[in-house]
Nanobody, 128 residues
């Protein structure tokens, strides 16, 4: 079974930066999408960013455009989320997820329950 191992969460002040990493284990990702969701207390889960592995095509939710960058290292099977100019509203549990096939729409439409694997989550806390 696929495993997604996340690292890199933590606490920073507003305006700071963090980088999350997600390593895919037990599965060779080829024609898949890997990305990040987040969920803050009392709020719905939100697709933050995703990358289509073969082409490098990316998706970002509007609130993080220009501040977050998603990238991948296919040799390491690791996807990174570089987060800069962090804001208190970015505070959430961040989850890595994989969708087999080119289903980037799962990050910005209904159906996230159809994702094929999830990481354990890593907390990001931004203080003002």
């Amino acid at each position: 079974a696929v495993q997604l191992v996340e690292t890199g969460g933590g606490s920073v002040q507003a305006g700071g930066s963090l980088t999350l990493s997600c390593t895919v284990i037990g599965y060779t990702y080829n024609e898949d999408v890997v990305g990040w969701f987040r969920q803050a207390p009392g709020k719905e889960r939100e697709g933050v960013a995703a990358v289509y592995i073969p082409a490098g095509t990316t998706y970002y939710t509007n609130s993080v455009k220009g501040r977050f960058t998603i990238s991948r290292d296919n040799v390491k099977q690791t996807v990174y989320l570089q987060m800069s100019d962090l804001k208190p509203e970015d505070t959430a549990m961040y989850y890595c997820a994989v969708a087999y096939g080119a289903r980037m729409g799962l990050w910005h439409g209904p159906g996230s329950e159809e994702l094929d694997g999830w990481g354990q989550g890593t907390q990001v806390t931004v203080s003002s």
